[in-house]
């Protein structure tokens, strides 16, 4: 049994947790024969319909964008649609292995979220005052900062430090 998450399409509908034992089971999140998407610098492979865009499944915008984000590369040159299984990289023998923890609660887990951008000859991360309660969101404003200034050289998402939330929450509003 391999640890996994569910990316259904529908962005209203939740990720999940679930647990896969076979092809079969493989086939049955994504609809059909599935095509592996490695982001290795996640330590993930998405699993999704590989014959999704020839059936017109719908766009999945949350394993897009992760994608996209951690594979630049493949910005803008493909899309992933249907829902999509995520599972660890595979081990030695080529079998699949249990989501990362980190990646689990980071997908899945209710936390506050920053992006920081490092600018192109800078090696430092700059960061802004703003905040998403959805990793997702954060991740969308991440990549259209990449497309949109041309001075970003790479850009990540990081949770927002709790102290920092605490003193913005209880700083004296302007009235």
Known sequence: MVKA?????????PITECEVDGLEEYQAVAGGWIEPVGIPRLGVTVYVNEEG??????????????W????????????????????????????ST?????????????????VEVRTVGDPKWYRNQMTYSDYFEALVWAMDTLERWSLAE??????????????????????
Do not use: C, K
């Not at 998450?5 to 509908?13: K, N």
């Open 5 to 13: 998450l569910i990316i259904p399409s529908a962005e209203h509908e």
């Open 53 to 66: 865009l020839l059936r017109q499944l719908p766009f999945n915008p949350r394993a897009t964008f992760l």
């Open 68 to 95: 996209w984000h951690f594979v630049p590369e493949a910005r803008q040159t493909a899309m992933l649609v249907g829902s999509a299984l995520i599972a660890g990289l595979p081990d030695r023998s080529g079998d």
């Open 98 to 114: 249990d989501v990362p923890g980190e990646v689990v609660a980071m997908l899945t887990e209710q936390a506050e979220w920053r």
């Open 154 to 175: 790479d850009t990540r998402v990081v949770p927002a430090v709790p102290e920092e939330l605490a003193a913005r929450d209880s700083a004296p509003s302007a009235a």
